[in-house]
């Protein structure tokens, strides 16, 4: 994610009102290399948008949203695996997020990608207010030590 991509990411984000509503700077501590963010393009311009952060032994995955008429079209699966190398190159050995529990669509999406919830986080959204759903994906190989 590059600072030219800040008002494009905005209005996917204001169209995707399920998603952590952040403001321009936000986006632009991203760009500036404050977390990881990446964005997908077709040919409408920027497609989709994924932000993460570092931390000790994972990963985790803060906004994620893919502009309405690219959906389903692998954009949102390209971005998550970049993320998940990103994780796995660090040495992460599980990648985490939180989801509205009213937000089935992401929901069915991070279940296809192997994530699993492990948690709730009760009215843990404020507009409205709502559960937080935790989920989890391991990128340990099961049988490794």
Known sequence: MALRDVD???????????IAQWSDWD????????????????EGGVAGFLVARQLVGEAEILNFAVRGDS??????TALLAQALEWSKSYGAERVILE???????????YERH?????????????VPIEDALLLNLSLVESGRD
Do not use: H
């Not at 192997?114 to 404020?126: D, L, N, W």
């Open 27 to 42: 986006y632009e501590g991203v760009a500036r290399g404050e977390m990881m963010g990446w964005v997908a393009e077709d």
């Open 71 to 76: 959906r389903r079209q692998g954009t949102g």
């Open 8 to 18: 494009a990411v905005l209005a996917i984000q204001a169209a995707c009102l399920e």
């Open 99 to 109: 989801v509205r529990a009213s937000n089935l669509a992401a929901l069915r999406f």
């Open 114 to 126: 192997g994530f699993v919830v492990t948690g709730k986080r009760p009215r843990y959204y404020a």
